[in-house]
């Protein structure tokens, strides 16, 4: 199909729960594949996306940023339409817009947030489970909140994750902190960038000083003995979400 080139920005809201995460891989359906191969029904030709990040196995996003490049001669509000008619229902394209040359999904990208989802109750919950990791243990939010906020500025994240490339560990973490709403608490985190399962490692950490297993100041010790063995274990997928990735 001819037609103009189109350089545009979108965002994708997904349940992660049956993908082997966001980006392409030979085995198993990812988010890339699928919302590549909408394009290609639509346009006849074969499109490359970029994204803000790569989401693991599992986890979910509300709020994911894509660009592509695409030749389209109809109106967008068409390509828009078509996209989410042909996408599995778990994925979606909430907005599509034209972006400028110089945008990149990922590295124009000032911060992102993540939200953590636990359901703090004595029994699981078939409903409610997809998006959140059931722990039946009472757990204390305030020494978590003391405990989250030794990780609030920058700092060697190197107890919490490996870097997606290269070697560099230090990131920047500008907000994290709980909250409860009725039977769930709410991990929220936002940072300039992430390392690979950091959030996950950090949850399972957190979760240990709300058992009273560690100190909030143990997690200010792990932090600082850049030791990744020292940390979590890591939470299931599911209770992770990317919430929104913010650009100036």
Request: with cysteine; hydrophobic share 40%.
């Amino acid at each position: 199909m001819g037609g103009s080139a189109l350089y545009l920005k979108a965002v994708v809201e997904y349940d992660g729960t049956d993908y082997r995460g966001f980006q392409y891989q030979p085995e198993g359906p990812t988010i890339q594949e699928e919302i590549e191969k909408a394009l290609a029904r639509l346009t006849g030709l074969k499109v490359r996306i970029k994204a803000a990040g790569r989401t693991d196995a599992g986890v979910h996003s509300l709020g994911q940023v894509i660009a592509f490049r695409v030749e389209w001669k109809h109106p967008l509000e068409e390509l828009h339409r078509g996209l989410n008619a042909l996408l599995p229902e778990d994925i979606v394209v909430k907005e599509l817009t034209p972006a400028s040359e110089d945008f990149h999904p990922r590295f124009s990208a000032v911060s992102r947030e993540y939200r953590y989802t636990i359901l703090n109750t004595p029994w699981r919950s078939p409903l409610r489970g997809r998006f959140a990791y059931h722990f039946a243990e009472p757990l204390d939010m305030e020494a978590m909140n003391e405990a989250a906020s030794f990780l609030v500025g920058q700092h060697d994240f190197a107890s919490f994750g490996m870097p997606p490339q290269g070697e560099n560990t230090v990131r920047e973490v500008y907000r994290a902190e709980w909250r409860r709403e009725g039977d769930f608490l709410h991990f929220d985190i936002v940072a300039n960038a992430f390392l690979r399962r950091m959030v996950r490692l950090i949850v399972g950490t957190l979760l240990r000083v709300g058992t009273g297993k560690l100190s909030p100041g143990d997690v200010k010790a792990i932090l600082e003995a850049r030791d990744i063995n020292l940390s979590g274990p890591a939470v299931p997928a599911q209770g992770l979400c990317l919430v929104k990735v913010n650009y100036t």
